[in-house]
Each structure stands twice: as structure tokens, then as C-alpha cells.
């Protein structure tokens, strides 16, 4: 069996895209919580940048998740997680590239934050920056909503892709605020979507292994208040 090791906190957005991906190839692996760690020279000698994740294989390590999830789907068997045909393979990477420019950044890294993350810790949500956030996740969903509605049921020629795999976190983060809640009734598409990806069963392994920690203080997130947040 391929020794895979995945190292970050386990309510990460991009940790949970990793997961996402070796689970749907069939890859066993083990998870390494850095929550400890964070910030430490200990999680700075893996992830140079202070992020997660950080993948390792029979002693190859690599961080970046985009290059984690090409590198997971070449190198385990398992269903093909790239379109063959060349323009839908660029279409996947727009995706992917969209997720790490819009979707991520206003779903989680503010709407996220301020909703769940800063509230969990007991500090008080920025309301400004959720403002901010808005009209640009609004954006995402209508290029979501349209998309889908072009290609079917997955986001890339109609089968699932990395492109689904990535974007469904930040949705899932999206979904659990009450400004989320309000855009997301509007969006019959990625509802489906949404309920089409709840019934993979690698989906729910995957939400089995968040389930513990989804209310739990992220505790180094405190000095995201300096450190991430935007200023107004
Ligand atoms: N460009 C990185 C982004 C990873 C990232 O932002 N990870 C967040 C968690 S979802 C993180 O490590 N945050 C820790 C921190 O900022 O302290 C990637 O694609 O892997």
C-alpha cells in the first residue's frame, strides 16, 4: 500500500480538496493535524509559505494544491480525474484557477472567516468585510449557475473533474453562512450539483472526517485578525 500522508488542519478548505481527490482515486492515507504546529518551524520546514496542505508520498513531498491533486490523479490508479480532450482540460484549469482567484478568497477567506471561523473563536465578525464579499461571490455563483447549466451535471463536459472536487469546499463554507443560505435558494443548478455531490460516497467519507471538528475553534486562526484580514 502507497504510504500517503496528509499534513494541515482538518476543517482547511484546501485540505478538504485533497482529501476530496485521494478519495475519490481510492487512495488510503493518513492525516497528520499541524493545528499544533502552525506557524512553527516544525510546519514551516513542510509548507515554506505557513499554508496547508502538504502532501507526502513514499517519501516525495509537495505543497500547492493544485500541484497536489495533478500529481495525486497521475500517480494512483483510479478513475481519471482530468478530461482527455485538451479544451476541456483547459476548462478544468480555469475552474481551478478561479477557485484560488474568486471562489476561495470571498467564500471562505472573508465571507468564512467572518461568519464561522472569527465567531468560534468568540471575536467579533467585521461587517465590512462580509459587505465586500457579497456582490463578488454573487459573481461565482451566476458564472456557476451558467456553466452548469451549459455542461450538465458536473462542472466541466458534464462528468465529474478536479473542477468539482475543488469548488466544493468553499460552496460547503458558503452553505453554512445565512448570506450564503440566501444566494445559494436562488441557484437551482448548483443545487443539484450540490445534492449530486452530497450522494457520492466519497463526498461523504470525506464530510464523515470533517463532522468532528466543524464547530471547533480553529485556535492559530486568532492571528488571522492582523494577519489575513482586510482592511476598510
Ligand atoms: N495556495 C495554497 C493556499 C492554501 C491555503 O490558503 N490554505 C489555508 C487553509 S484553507 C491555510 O493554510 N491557512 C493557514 C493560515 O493562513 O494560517 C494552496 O493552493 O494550497
Known sequence: MADVIV????????VNIVRLVLTEKGVPFRFHDLEP???QAR???LHPFNRVPILEHDGFRIYETSAIALYADEAFKGPSLQPADLRQRAAMHRWLSALNAYFYPYMAYHLGHERIVYPNLGIAPD???VAAALPKIATCLEVMETELEANGDYLVAGSLS???LFLLPSLTTLSRTPEG???LAGKPRIRDWWSRMQGRPAVRQVLAMVAPHINQPVEHARKWVDGHRPRY
Open 37 to 39: 504546529d502552525m506557524g
Open 43 to 45: 510546519h514551516l520546514a
Open 181 to 183: 443560505q440566501e444566494m
Open 127 to 129: 461587517e465590512k468585510v
Open 7 to 14: 499534513y494541515g488542519f482538518p476543517v482547511s478548505t484546501y
Open 162 to 164: 478536479l473542477a468539482d
